[in-house]
């Protein structure tokens, strides 16, 4: 899509914190003419560990680095950081990793994701790049059972200048999407984003509900919804795998939104999600202003967490 591209400058100004930790503890490990052992690589293997780059995921990196070692394709403590920098951009080979689109008519974008991850911040930095862009957005109040929430999102529809469908406190969030989806169908508008309760991932009757919003969607428009996107609190570490597992097994996650990066020194997730699990992280959040949303590039988060 490329609206959402950022500049490795501009990510590395708001992944300072995140940046910062990684350099020091790497630092710490890799002096200049340290000798390349089993000891360092141990040590090594502990601080990408801390730095929830993720237990399966560091012990591939090592090994790879181990082999690599061996034949010679490494030879100091200085080619190190190279070598993960190449090997980590590798976990993401050319592939879509733009938001998926309808082929005709309204593009559906369900959003899910536990309470206090950012979700609704991370739906209007969506909303508003979209429409900056010439696209006609609505979005639907579904998370009904917070009493506060329907007012957020009415607040960010307005400061952002976009059309909102939403019920009274308590309603059934089935049928604010299914009038969400009418009024996308009689607007013709280019994107419908779907926010969603805030539940945690261990809750099956709201997971359940959740479920049930995707196939009214699905019925009113077919083939949506086109992209279930999975906000994920960057701070929340190891424990963003754990949500992102069972929120797929519901609704079939499609791509991860990863919020508040700019203050989090756990920017490793990144690379742990997509190892793991396999889904691929679409959007990163830097900050609280609502173009402080990044289309996740592997070569220029990489070279931003690295530098």
Not at 157 to 175: L, N, Q, W
Request: glycine content about 6%; charged content about 25%.
């Amino acid at each position: 899509m490329g609206i959402f591209t950022k500049t490795v400058d501009y990510l590395k100004g708001h992944l300072g914190k995140t940046r910062d930790k990684i350099k020091s503890s790497l630092e710490s490990v890799l002096t200049i003419g340290r000798k390349i052992d089993d000891q360092l690589l141990d040590k090594l293997e502990e601080t990408l560990i801390s730095d929830d780059i993720g237990v399966e995921t560091t012990l591939k990196l090592i090994d790879s680095l181990r082999d690599a070692y061996r034949e010679k394709k490494i030879v100091n403590t200085e080619d190190i950081i190279p070598f993960l920098k190449e090997s980590i951009k590798a976990y993401w080979p050319s592939q879509h990793r733009q938001l998926q689109t309808a082929e005709n008519g309204t593009t559906v974008i369900l959003v899910a994701g536990v309470n206090g991850s950012g979700k609704t911040t991370s739906i209007a930095k969506l909303a508003y790049t979209l429409s900056r862009n010439g696209e006609k957005v609505i979005v639907a109040a579904c998370d009904t059972f917070r009493a506060a929430a329907v007012e957020q999102l009415t607040i960010w529809a307005e400061r952002i200048g976009v059309d909102i469908v939403k019920h009274d406190s308590g309603a059934d969030p089935a049928a604010v999407a299914f009038d969400a989806c009418a009024a996308a169908k009689a607007r013709n508008a280019d994107y419908l984003i779907l926010d969603t309760a805030g539940r945690l991932h261990t809750q099956k009757n709201l997971m359940t509900e959740l479920t049930k919003i995707r196939n009214v969607a699905t019925k009113q428009i077919p083939n949506s919804p086109h992209e279930v996107l999975l906000v994920v609190d960057g701070t929340t570490g190891q424990n963003a795998i754990a949500q992102a597992k069972q929120f797929t097994a519901a609704v079939d996650v499609t791509g991860i939104f990863l919020a508040k990066l700019d203050g989090t020194a756990r920017g490793g997730i990144v690379i742990a999600i997509k190892d793991t699990l396999d889904i691929p992280v679409k959007f990163i959040g830097l900050g609280e202003k609502c173009e402080d949303i990044a289309e996740f590039d592997p070569e220029t988060f990489v070279e931003a967490l690295f530098n």
